[in-house]
């Protein structure tokens, strides 16, 4: 299985219409003629990778460094496998669980798991599975979108903190949260906190998340361990 093209991406290529829309909604015939123009798309079936999404990890690793050799992974919200496929090339086949809602096919290198991460044993049975804390914990959980910009912010950033409270249980000491937001970065408070446990918090944008999305990604690295008993000042 081959890695991205460098640090530059993909390359374009010539622009390609989609030569009927006969019975197909407009919505549809978009996303299908973005599809078709999408170097990502091509890139990513070419290196076998399941989703053009494996390339925002990949650059979000060649611009910060975090997926090293034997660390030990999680993946949450996994379908269809991008980010996972990536995370075992970097880290190592057995260092990566994936955790997702919804069954997906098996990714070899990987333990997949149908689990609710609200889930009060979610921690234990995680840490359980890969012998101990993990080392990074990824985040491309979506919801679905519903047109209304507030709405959907309100969505994703219920998703990270979902996300942020299970890596606060699992991560090892020095360990590294990366997850997605939206443009305008994560909420005040939220933000807050992982400055108070994390030693950088960046937010970023990938080449490969396209131009006209709202998506960025935080990542924050050097977690430092605390009593989640014991209330703290931020």
Aim: with cysteine; proline share 5%; glycine share 10%.
């Amino acid at each position: 299985m081959t890695r991205g093209r460098g640090k530059g991406g993909p390359r374009g290529k010539l622009k390609e219409r989609v030569k009927t829309a006969r019975g197909r909604k407009l919505s549809s015939t978009r996303w299908l003629q973005r599809q078709l123009n999408d170097p990502y798309v091509e890139a990513a079936r070419e290196a076998g990778y399941r989703s053009r999404a494996a390339f925002k990890l990949i650059e979000l690793d060649e611009k910060y460094g975090f997926l090293k050799k034997d660390r030990k992974v999680l993946d949450l919200g996994t379908a269809p496998g991008g980010w996972c496929q990536v995370a075992v090339e970097r880290c190592g086949a057995g260092n990566v669980i994936g955790i997702d809602l919804q069954e997906i096919d098996s990714i070899p290198g990987a333990e997949l798991m149908v689990l609710n991460i609200m889930d009060d044993n979610a921690p234990e049975k995680i840490k359980a599975a890969l012998g101990g804390p993990v080392d990074i914990v990824l985040s491309d959980m979506a919801a679905a979108s519903t047109g209304h910009r507030q709405t959907d912010h309100l969505r994703i950033i219920a998703l990270c903190e979902a996300a942020l409270d299970l890596a606060y249980d699992v991560l090892a000491p020095g360990g590294v949260f990366v997850a997605k937001v939206l443009r305008g970065g994560t909420e005040g408070e939220m933000l807050k906190q992982m400055r108070a446990h994390f030693a950088e918090v960046r937010h970023a944008k990938p080449p490969a998340s396209r131009q006209d999305s709202a998506e960025m990604y935080v990542v924050a690295q050097g977690f430092t361990p605390f009593d989640r008993k014991t209330p703290r000042e931020y």
